[in-house]
């Protein structure tokens, strides 16, 4: 029995060695390094409304990667907001559609979370958002983030991110106050964006 | 013209012996309409060609005519189950000969009640919901079994059903128009084949208001407004908005903003 356990021994060794070995010819094969960052070109977005004016709600990117891109819906020096309605259109051939994250301005002073809805479509999303009763209406100064868009590289290619203004669309391009009177904001035409996904 | 006057000596083409039948004959294995059959005693005549069936609902006036070939029954279809029906048979022979009527014989078709139809599942399409709106015509997809072509659903009072589709036997479309002042909540279904088996399913659907509330014929951030204007108010408060009370449970909540998520995004066929 004990001959037979040091002969058993023994070969675990060989075996353990020779594994070794074979680590050592694979972490030096080619002398390179697997962690090297492999050089991409990020997405870009381009706005159309370069020099938005007051009441203007724009499309602006808020951050690229080289398979994300981060599109925010701003609205610029507008006030007696409470429900902001629209839908967009993006070339769904190269891009998705991922997530939204509620920007900071309906947000502002509210003791209960506005109310958003994001439909998504196959080439486009419509949504709405409002705040609620007790919050009353909030102002935009300068600009600021009403709602922000996550997309993702689909395939390279480009095409433009939009308000929908066209007459199959569903969703009234809009900002609401608090007594449901329309306020004077522009959606445009003019005011998405190109997108190039390389 | 081949028709001859039928003849009337031992040449002459004769009916043998006719009967009439009442009976059910399952046409599939869904249903069958009313029908009769008919049988007689076969002709000897070397030269017989076959037999016409004659018939109509008042004795001695005979309205239809249908040839059967050379064959000793038949079963008529596709009668009315509220009529009696009246038929005699000619024999005519390959020379164009045709007999005098049989007697006549009469009866009423009875209704075969196939298995009655079930209900499993019922959607509104353009929202794919259990909710329906008050107001407009809207369109639904009825799932279960045992539907026959013809089939009615009803949703109840002042819910008018127009014509059904039929998809196999297994889904029903329909198009319903909601008046404006239908009873809100939960509605029973009831499918009626047309051999009268009937099924049902208890709030099959929800009936609320229209999620449309602006009325422009689009569930957009507009009506969106009237619902955060009204919002967690009841009916006793000011800023309540029955109009914005989807459910008319007398608060505005988020079973409100939740029927109204189904619809947000519709531009409505018929406005309400």
């Keep these: 029995m004990k001959s037979t356990r040091y002969w058993l021994t023994a070969r675990g060794a060989g075996i353990l060695m020779g594994l070794a070995i074979s680590a050592l010819i694979w972490s030096c094969k080619g002398g390179g390094n697997d962690n090297s960052p492999v050089p991409c070109t990020t997405i870009t977005f381009d706005a159309a409304d370069a020099a938005p004016a007051a009441g203007d709600v724009f499309l602006s990117a808020t951050g690229s990667t080289c398979s994300t891109v981060n599109v925010s819906v701003v609205i610029n020096n507008l006030s007696g907001i409470f429900t902001v309605g629209f839908d967009l259109t993006f070339p769904s051939s190269v891009l998705q559609y991922d997530s939204y994250t509620v920007g900071p301005l309906l947000q502002k002073s509210s003791t209960i979370a506005p109310i958003v809805l994001v439909t998504p479509l196959s080439s486009g999303l419509q949504v709405a958002m409002t705040r609620l009763l007790t919050d009353g209406p909030v102002a935009a100064t300068n600009n600021e983030v009403l709602i922000t868009f996550q997309f993702s590289k689909k395939s390279a290619g480009t095409g433009m991110i939009d308000f929908n203004s066209s007459s199959s669309s569903t969703v009234t391009e809009e900002v609401l106050d608090e007594n449901g009177q329309t306020r004077p904001a522009s959606f445009g035409p003019g005011h998405g964006g190109s997108v190039v996904v390389p | ?272």
């Design chain 2, 1 to 272: 013209m081949m028709r001859r006057e039928p003849r009337t000596r031992s040449k002459a083409v004769s009916v043998a012996g006719f009967a009439l039948l009442l009976c059910l004959v399952l046409a599939g294995p869904v249903w069958a309409a009313t029908t009769i059959q008919l049988s007689w005693s076969p002709n000897t005549e070397p030269d017989l060609a076959g037999y016409r069936l004659r018939y109509g609902t008042s004795s001695g006036t005979y309205t239809q005519t249908l040839d059967v070939g050379r064959v000793t029954s038949s079963t008529i279809s596709g009668l009315d189950s509220n009529l009696t029906y009246y038929f005699v048979l000619h024999a005519f022979d390959t020379s164009g000969n045709v007999s005098l009527p049989s007697n006549e014989a009469s009866g009423k078709p009875k209704v075969v009640v196939g298995p009655a139809p079930t209900v499993s599942s019922v959607v509104e399409v353009a929202s794919n919901s259990s909710y329906i709106m008050q107001s407009g015509r809207h369109t639904l997809r009825i799932v279960g079994t045992n539907f026959q072509s013809g089939a009615v659903a009803g949703l109840g009072a002042d819910a008018t059903a127009g014509a059904t589709s039929l998809s196999g036997s297994t889904q029903l479309t329909l198009t319903v128009d909601i008046a404006a002042t239908a009873a809100l909540g939960p509605r029973t279904l009831t499918v009626t084949n047309p051999d009268t088996g009937s099924g049902s399913k208890a709030s099959a659907l929800t009936l609320v208001r229209t999620a449309d509330i602006n009325r422009d014929c689009m569930v957009d951030g507009a009506d969106l407004n009237s619902i955060g204007r009204a919002w967690a108010t009841t009916s006793s408060n000011p800023a309540y908005n029955s109009a914005a009370d989807l459910d008319a449970d007398g608060s505005v909540d988020g079973s409100d903003v939740a029927i109204f998520a189904e619809f947000f995004g519709l531009k409505l066929a018929v406005c309400p």
